[in-house]
């Protein structure tokens, strides 16, 4: 990848995880809905306080109506031909005007553009008719799916069957299945439902996909090669430097000064920042099995920011270094897999009440 390429590609990285994102963990699989905050920001807090008080946690997808929509965050199935139904906030004001289009989430409503509680909708295709016109004040859409659309149009591919229950109403008619089903009773594993719904944090996560060769772009000649071990919440890293002279024979290898080339780092993880033990390596030779001596040299923090950038400070026993500066990532063949990777592990942010 070109350099200007990868930095354009970084700089929309850290632009679009300004977007707040909400992650539908769905017994079908993911989808993750990018909000427009900016352009319906009523409706977006609406729907943000469904998701952050866990009422749409366990909701059933009710309703699917192929190559138009389908809809949930009404209902909770129990399991015996009954609903639950999802307490409701105060009806919003529509802000309509967002075309529905393909993947696009918007709210549902009665006759009354300003009815709009908790029930939202997928748009499976583009759906005009769903938009501002003349006096019909449309739907408002206020995100976009931007992860799962697969997972979308697998549910908009079940069964649908007229499902009898006494408090749904007419969604009955349209109401998804998938699984074993026996035609007549309609299980929990029947029912493709809303496992957990949470905003995602913003807060990068470290991943496998950081591993590789990094440098600090201040210095010509000093660099760093990480290795994250996910299943043991470790990173290993090198650092070294070089030149193309070789030191004094006589000069000691103080870390620090001209006659050390290399160090070893291992510590632990948790979510952006990384700590761990720096280990000074002496005695060894190029291509000699005789034994080497490691020693404790020091501590070393590194917070990593996105794919491509992190910051790192150290400090050194023996010499008294101490010192931060930027990493930067050298090559960015490992950036679409290190991004795909931080979409996945990405938490749920931390809400406050």
Known sequence: MKKSTLALWLLLFAFNSLATTVRFETNVGVIDIELYDADAPIT??????????????????????????????????????????????????????ISNTLGTIAMARTSDPNSATNQWFINLSNNPELNPSGSDEGYAVFGEVVRGLDVVKNIESYLRINFSSSNLGQAVNAFPVYGPFSGSAVTLNNVVQVNRAYELSDVFQINAGLSGAWFNPDTNGQGFYLEVLPSLDTIIMA???????????????????????????????????????????????????????????????????????????????????????????????????????????????????
């Open 239 to 353: 650092w070294f430097t070089f030149d193309t002279e070789q030191p004094d024979g006589a000069v000691p290898s103080t870390i620090g000064a001209s006659g050390n080339r290399w160090l070893t780092v291992a510590g632990q993880f948790d979510g952006n920042q990384f700590a761990g033990d720096i280990i000074k390596t002496s005695g060894g030779l190029f291509d000699d099995p005789t034994s080497v001596m490691l020693e404790l040299a020091g501590s070393i923090a590194v917070r990593f920011d996105d794919c491509g950038h992190a910051l790192m400070s150290y400090s050194l026993n023996e010499s008294g270094l101490v010192n931060e500066f930027p990493l930067q990532r050298i090559s960015g063949s490992n950036i679409e897999f290190c991004e795909e990777l931080a979409i996945i592990n990405a938490p749920g942010a931390t809400v406050t009440e």
């Open 44 to 97: 977006v807090q609406n729907f943000l306080n469904y998701v952050n008080s866990g009422r749409y946690d366990g909701t059933a997808i009710h309703r699917s109506e192929p190559g138009f929509v389908i809809q949930g965050g009404g209902y909770i199935y129990d399991g015996g031909s009954q609903f639950t139904t999802v307490t409701t906030d105060a009806p919003i004001t529509n802000e309509s005007g």
